[in-house]
Structures are given as C-alpha cells and as structure tokens.
C-alpha cells in the first residue's frame, strides 16, 4: 500500500511539473507576441513623426519661397 501512494504521488509530481512547463511556454509567448505589437506601434509612431516633420519642413520651405526669402546654410 505504501508502494502504490509513492507512485501516485510521483505521478501527481510529474503532471504539476509537466503543467508548469506548458504555462511557463505559454507566458514566454505572450510575452513575445506583446513585445513585438509595442516594437511595432513605436516603429508606427516614429513613421508618423518623421512623415509630419517632412510635411512641415515641405510647407515652411515653401512660404519662404513664395515670401522671398532664400534658405542656405549660411
């Protein structure tokens, strides 16, 4: 009888460890899955930023023409 309660208890060890293995996978994904949407989003967001600067340097140039006045890097 002592035999057979070391064995079950080896058994309900082995399936907590196998168990535990799985969530620790599964964590390690998500965990990746949110890294990459942030890293992806910042990529996004720096786009956006550099697309605006060109737009407003584009328009700022273009006043300055149109008012007469000449940019050099003098």
Do not use: C, W
């Amino acid at each position: 009888m002592k035999q057979d309660a070391g064995f079950a208890l080896i058994n309900a060890l082995i399936i907590v460890a196998a168990m535990s293995a799985a969530a620790v996978f599964l964590l390690q994904r998500g965990e990746a899955a949110r890294l990459r949407l942030e890293q992806g989003r910042s990529a996004a967001q720096l786009t956006a930023y550099l697309d605006a600067g060109e737009v407003l340097m584009r328009l700022t140039l273009d006043a300055d023409s149109r008012a007469g006045l000449a940019d050099h890097p003098g």
